[in-house]
């Protein structure tokens, strides 16, 4: 029986509680018949029925079958998948059940008075246990699956499937109980994939079952697996997955030339290093079991060529080791083996895992440049060398059958300065120019030869000149010396320390030598010690320096290289005289003296010097004065008349309609305007007495001395601006615009009269717009 059976049993006679009983304070135990009665635990899953699914009763002895007792259902799936008859507490499932969801249930049962609630049996739990059938096929989880196993293994070798963990079998899942019947048990098959591999039954392990499966033939193989569960039987559910088998390569083939014999051509001409031949060897294998190693055997010119491997094609390239001659040699022949770079020895009985075969090279014959012996060349000569000294010479010669003469010549891109020459036929190199070993101390020429039957062909080569020295430059100071004393310095005092600087590199160094000029020697000031390391040190021989005395004194100082011949120069030291604090620090000294005295020019020279720069001075100031008299404005003469001016510039003004001469708007607002007339503007205008017109006097003279001054445009006529009225003038217009207010009036009633009481400058307006008899009158 089992355990469900068991509690059944249990649950079904008997119920264990807890009573008191006298005498006092003793405690027992006592079974008493438990009052349910059940008739059904168990429910199959996937029921089909129309009708509700009957699964039980409950009941108890004190139900006597006279609807006093009410039962009652509580816990998972009451009411909505189990329900119970309150009356004959009959339960029954109402829906479909599937064990795989939920496999059981746990509820608890009530007997209730109907008419109280009260419960007449205390409350009892049990479990609906839903019974498994075959309702789920195999699944196999981690499939489909890709496996790796290599060519030619033996047969039984297991393989691992590249799944992310290491597997050797094929494992399928039923989601059945396990623990019911044979729902679950599976039963493993293969269906495509034989007679290569095999799987067994109850493991699912893969194995091959043919020996010698060849990568070459067929590389991959698709695999189909069966699960099956009932143990296999007739009826049961089952499952598939593909396994995508890969044969991996191993080296069971040896490397093969298509050809026994290869040919190839090469130009005389070929660079060293360069390609002259391919060829290649055919592996059927991949990956690194057909990696090449291509060696020469032997060859009639030994160490002529080279061999080597192409990591990328697997192909021997064969380079040229040294340079061909086809006056020498016309043929090579090679013969080259291929072997694979790793070799299994479990296949090594199959035969040599090598070939060989020959490469012929022709040489062909090349029209070649002529050939330097050398193609550097290093010559030395010395910076004092005359000018057609000979240098050295170069050789150069028509490698071909022709042997065509050789002509040299100088590639004057090298020399551009043109310091050699070469002789066309000797190759001798000359010098052209005195060398400089300060300016170029090394040259690099291209030599030329060129074959004088055919002049494409041009051979260089790279000559070194070297200029030696020779003590011909004067050592100097090595800087500008800034040297000063104090006005209490004390006798013995080093107020400088002399070096020198010599452009010559003599073999054994610079040894130079100080001394002071032989009227120096005798200079009570300063006194100069060589310091036999190239220095030299400036001492103050008498104190009590002035700068109201001198404020600066020159010693000339002898330089010598000592070379052979010894070469020397006379620097000038200027030594300022300063005052000092306590502690030697310079406060102020003396102005620096003029470069001219630096430059040891006499003060003749200098004063010449100072003569011609000031006369040039003056002539550029005379100049300028001149050109800016010209640019100056005309004055006019007060006595000067002004109907001159308007007849000098014949220009008639434009009338009513001309609105461009002049600015309308600042020609009405005159009082602004006259504030901000240009500098410099005619200030010796003549103030006429007349109060009345004198707004407008001021304004035509303005406008008159600002046409003379702008000598940027044509001279405008002023008497053209029109529409001016005089502030507060009792004059009428000028202006003829007025006329237009009046169109049918045959004579204007304007009086011009008063013009001739301006005096002569006014005389021509007078006579043009004052009355005469018989004047014409003109309508506008």
Known sequence: MSLWEESVSETKTLNSVQRRGPPEGVQF?????????????????????????YVGKLHSDVDKGDGQVRYVLNGEGA??????DENTGDIHATKRL?????????LRAQAQDRKTNLLVEPESQFIIKVQDINDNEPKFLEGPYTARVAERSPVGIMYRFCTGVSVVTVVATDADDPTYGNSARVIYSILQGQPYFSVEPKTGVVRTALPDMDREMRDHYLLVVQAKDMIGQVGGLSGTTSITVMLTDVNDNPPRFPLKSYKFSVPESVLVSAEVAKIKALDLDVGPNAEMEYRILDEDGLGTFRITTDPNTQEGIVTLHKALDFETKTSYMLHIEASNHHIDTRFLTMGLFSDVTTVHLLVENVDEPPVFSSS???MVISEAAAVGTDVGSVSAHDPDATNSPVRYSIDRKSDVEQYFNIDSSSGVITTARPLDRETIARHNITVLATESLDWSQVGKAVVLVSVTDINDNAPSFAT???TFICEKSEPGQIIETLSAVDHDE???????????????????????KDNKDNTASVLIRHGGFLQRDQMVHFLPVVISDG???????????SISVCTCDVTGNRRSCSQRVSPLRLAGLSTAAIAAVLTCTLTLLGVVMVTVAVRHRKREPLIVDDERDVHENIVRYDDEGGGEEDTVAFNMF??????????????????????????KNQPLQDFIMDRLQEAELDLTTPPYDSLQTYAFEGSGSITGSLSSLNSLDSLNTLESEQNYDFLREWGPRFRKLADLYGHHEGATTFKT
């Open 506 to 528: 003599p073999e054994n160094g610079h040894h130079f030598l100080f001394s002071l000029t032989a009227e120096a020697a005798g200079n009570l000031n300063f006194t100069l």
């Open 376 to 378: 550097v060349s290093r």
């Open 79 to 84: 009411k909505a998948i189990f329900t119970i």
């Open 563 to 573: 070379g052979s011949p010894s070469l020397s120069s006379t620097n000038t030291l």
């Open 98 to 106: 599937d064990r795989e969801q939920q496999a059981y249930y746990t």
């Open 29 to 53: 135990l006592q079974r008493i018949r438990r009052s349910w009665v059940w008739n059904q635990f168990f429910v199959p899953e996937e029921y089909t029925g129309d009708e509700p699914l």
């Open 666 to 691: 600042a020609l009405r607002n005159l009082k602004t305007n006259q504030d901000t007339n240009l500098p410099g503007l005619w200030t010796r205008t003549r103030i006429y007495r007349t109060h």
């Open 480 to 482: 500008e010396y800034e």
